[in-house]
């Protein structure tokens, strides 16, 4: 079991760049699968991006393809979302979450895969 606590939020202006952190607290951070979410209000979870255990497979949402990556360092029990080139619509309330389940479950999107969730942290893009 692990606990994801997520941090790096914030209000930053288009164009900019913000990167978060996602701490797992917990046993065998590297046996999980990692993902993004993001959610507005009114509107359902999200997927953004997903990494597979080692760091070698990534997905992504089209949406931002080209200017988010995802990245983990797993002594560190710690996986990365940077956000380059940030616009208005990324605008959302992020949330990182754990998938104890083969990679290509994690690869999916769907929340019901991911088994543990953080608090979310807020980023905020104005125009």
């Known amino acids: 079991q692990v606990q994801p606590v997520e941090s790096g939020g914030g209000l930053v202006q288009a164009g900019d760049s913000l990167r978060l952190s996602c701490a797992a607290s917990?046993?065998?951070?590297?046996?999980?699968?990692m993902g993004w979410f993001r959610q507005t209000p009114g509107k359902e979870r999200e997927f953004v991006a997903a990494?597979?255990?080692?760091?070698?497979?990534?997905k992504y949402v089209d949406s931002v393809k080209g200017r988010f990556t995802i990245s983990r360092d797993n002594p560190k029990n710690t996986v990365y979302l940077q956000m380059n080139s940030l616009k208005p619509e990324d605008t959302a309330v992020y949330y990182c979450?754990?998938?104890?389940?083969?990679?290509?479950?994690?690869?999916?999107?769907?929340?019901?895969?991911?088994?543990?969730w953080g608090q979310g942290t807020q980023v905020t893009v104005s125009s």
């Open positions: 979450a754990a998938c104890s389940r083969p990679a290509w479950l994690a690869f999916r999107g769907g929340r019901l895969d991911y088994e543990y």
């Open positions: 917990g046993r065998a951070f590297s046996n999980y699968a």
């Open positions: 990494i597979n255990w080692s760091g070698e497979a990534t």
